[in-house]
Nanobody, 129 residues
């Protein structure tokens, strides 16, 4: 797995939308789960969305369910996080991460946002009220 590279962060007003991209080059499809985490100042890191790049199944945290959506472009080796109806509480640094999840145990852990050993540098999302 090559470096993870996030892009697409920025500033937006509440109710607006952003799309984050995570380019994950050099990995064997079907072996990794890719996820987005976020961390706001003074808060713990939170897993918000995960996709299994083998079967494209997804998991979302309750805080973003119904507002955020994952998709992947296999040709570009890129995963997208479409964020709609953004709220000020969505303000955070967003990180793309990857976990080996082709084993049953790894897959179970990834669906709980555990076992992510590969990380990008992060992209800032700021939502103003």
């Amino acid at each position: 797995l090559g470096p993870l590279a996030e892009s697409g962060g920025g500033s937006v007003e509440a109710g607006g939308s952003l799309r984050l991209s995570c380019a994950a080059s050099g990995h064997t499809r079907g072996r990794y789960c890719l996820a987005w985490f976020r961390q706001a100042p003074g808060k713990e890191r939170e897993g918000v969305a995960m996709i299994d790049d083998g079967d494209s199944s997804t998991v979302y945290s309750d805080s973003v369910k119904g507002r955020f959506a994952l998709s992947q472009d296999n040709a570009k080796e890129t995963v997208y996080l479409q964020m709609n109806a953004l709220k000020p509480e969505d303000t955070a640094m967003y990180y793309c991460a990857a976990a080996i999840c082709w084993t049953e145990r790894g897959n179970e852990r990834a669906r709980s946002f555990l076992g992510f050993d590969f990380w990008g540098q992060g992209t800032q999302v700021t939502v103003s009220s």
